[in-house]
């Protein structure tokens, strides 16, 4: 495999593919790693097939944050329950995740930004949320280095951060270790069923019965479900990330803004982006779901940067269905390891020094892009395939699935178990997306 742009930690998959287990989870980053996880730690026997390596794709390229703050309502339960779990991470898999409770803070410093994360208090505060916006003597006690200007900062003092290309393998370790098959460099081609119900599936190394199917496959669960005949709306985002060290005086906290935002890591360099430009490739998928995501662009259309680029042309001409016999698309592109754009490191640097003038002398260590899923309404889908019995989809994550992963992985693991919820499992099914998968059908 060539040099990713990213330092994931390596974890060495299973020599051997088993030939039978009661569910094959399809894709190795955090949701598919935490489902793994619940149902090994459940006793049931479980294969998790990876395409590429744990974590190689969006899973350790994001910038690490477990963040409840600013969340759509529908979702917030499960994000405060996963925050819960990240607290107990390290000793329930005796492994560091770089998870710490560090608080998160949002500046505005316009009073668009100012009125949206007021709004946003209020939301939290009917959900028991510890966010509020600060006064004058905390912000300068909680940001140290900043430069004023700022009009209000809200903060949740309960939201923490992880480090991503450390914690999704230590997790995969984990899973494995409670019995979980783990196998990399294993592209999942096809599913079987047998009388309507999932029965197994096709690798290209070789077949694993199985009744249970989780499809948690990234960027990628529209490709795969496509050649089942599924349309499951998912677009592609891209989003560019640095790492610089050499910057003093800042606290634990990540910190965001209308256009920056910056982590502390671990080993004391700190995760930059410029908030809030993501880049869209425009793609055939686009036009073909163009109505589903018209009301998303015309809310957020501040915040993407639609871009003609090869991607258009490569999504034209990649097939979208196939045999179990043929080398698919999964195959041809192990990691997904997009380029950021040139001069996205000085951008982000420029805004960030701006506000707190220690970046000025930050030198980068590195940088990377990550391509992000992102469902019509924002919200990911985790839930059965009702109109196929036995397949399961936990994707659509739409920029916030590292701190949701672990309730997310949870919440597929119950509903394949059929153990209660934590959270009201309806706001995440497929049915509001896409009526016909429904359980009425
Ligand atoms: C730049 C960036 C910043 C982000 N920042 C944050 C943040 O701060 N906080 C947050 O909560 N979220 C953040 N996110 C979002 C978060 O990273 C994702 O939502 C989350 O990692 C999605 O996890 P996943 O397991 O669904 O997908 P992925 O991590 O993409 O994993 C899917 C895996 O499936 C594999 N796969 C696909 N098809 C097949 C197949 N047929 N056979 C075998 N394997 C297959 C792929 O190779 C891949 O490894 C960010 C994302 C990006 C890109």
Redesign the pocket.
């Known amino acids: 495999m060539t040099t990713l742009s990213i330092p994931v930690t390596p974890f060495r998959g299973d020599a051997d593919l088993p030939a039978q287990a009661d569910v094959v989870v399809?894709?190795?980053?955090?949701?598919?790693?935490t489902t793994a996880l619940e149902l090994a730690e459940r006793g049931i026997s479980v294969v998790l097939?990876?395409?590429?390596?744990?974590?190689?794709?969006?899973?350790?390229?994001?910038?690490?944050?477990?963040?409840q703050m600013g969340r759509d309502e529908r979702e917030l339960p499960l994000c405060m329950h996963s925050v819960e779990m990240w607290s107990q991470m390290n000793a329930r898999i005796g492994r560091e995740t770089g998870w710490r409770r560090t608080g998160i803070c949002y500046l505005s410093y316009n009073q668009r930004d100012l009125r949206g994360w007021q709004a946003w208090e209020q939301i939290g505060r009917r959900h028991g949320l510890d966010a509020r916006m600060l006064s004058a003597a905390e912000i300068a006690d909680k940001l140290p280095g900043q430069n004023g200007g700022m009009l209000g900062v809200l903060h949740t003092a309960s939201d923490g951060?992880a480090e991503?290309w450390i914690a999704?393998p230590a997790m995969a370790e984990a899973a494995r270790d409670k019995g979980a098959a783990i196998v990399t460099g294993?592209?999942?081609?096809a599913v079987e069923t047998s009388a309507g119900r999932i029965s197994g599936v096709v690798?290209e190394r070789g077949a694993v019965r199985c009744q249970t199917v989780v499809?948690?496959?990234?960027?990628?669960?529209r490709?795969?479900l496509c050649n089942m005949g599924l349309d499951f709306p998912q677009l592609k985002?891209?989003?560019?990330?640095a790492c610089v060290d050499g910057v003093e005086g800042l606290t634990d906290m990540?910190v965001g803004a209308g256009d920056f935002?910056y982590?502390k890591r671990l080993d004391g360099g700190f995760t930059v982006?410029v908030r809030n430009k993501?880049l869209a490739p425009l793609t055939p998928d686009h036009f073909r779901l163009l109505t589903e995501f018209l009301p998303t662009f015309l809310t957020s259309w501040r915040e993407l940067s639609l871009r003609v680029n090869g991607s258009f042309v490569q999504d034209l001409l990649r097939r979208r269905s196939w045999q179990p016999d043929q080398t698919?698309p999964?195959e041809a592109?192990?990691?997904?390891d997009p380029a950021p754009y040139p001069g996205f490191a000085r951008q982000a640097l420029r805004n960030l020094t701006r506000a707190f003038p220690g970046f000025a002398k930050a030198k980068l260590r590195r940088e990377w892009?990550?391509?992000?899923?992102a469902t019509p309404d924002a919200i990911?889908v985790i839930s059965p395939v009702h109109t196929v019995p036995g397949l399961h989809v936990?994707?659509?994550?739409?920029?916030?699935?590292?701190?949701?992963?672990p309730g997310?992985g949870q919440l597929m693991a119950d509903l394949i178990t059929g153990d209660p919820t934590r959270v009201d499992p309806k706001v995440f099914d497929i049915s509001r997306l896409r009526p016909a998968y429904g359980a009425q059908h």
């Open positions: 399809i894709g190795g980053g955090i949701v598919g790693v097939c990876e395409k590429g390596v744990i974590a190689g794709e969006q899973s350790s390229r994001n910038w690490g944050w477990t963040r951060r991503p999704v294993c592209a999942v081609r690798t499809v948690a496959g990234g960027i990628w669960s490709l795969f985002l891209i989003g560019p990330v990540p935002a982590r982006a993501n698919t999964f592109v192990r990691v997904m892009a990550g391509v992000m899923d990911p936990a994707s659509g994550f739409s920029g916030h699935g590292f701190g949701i992963g997310a």
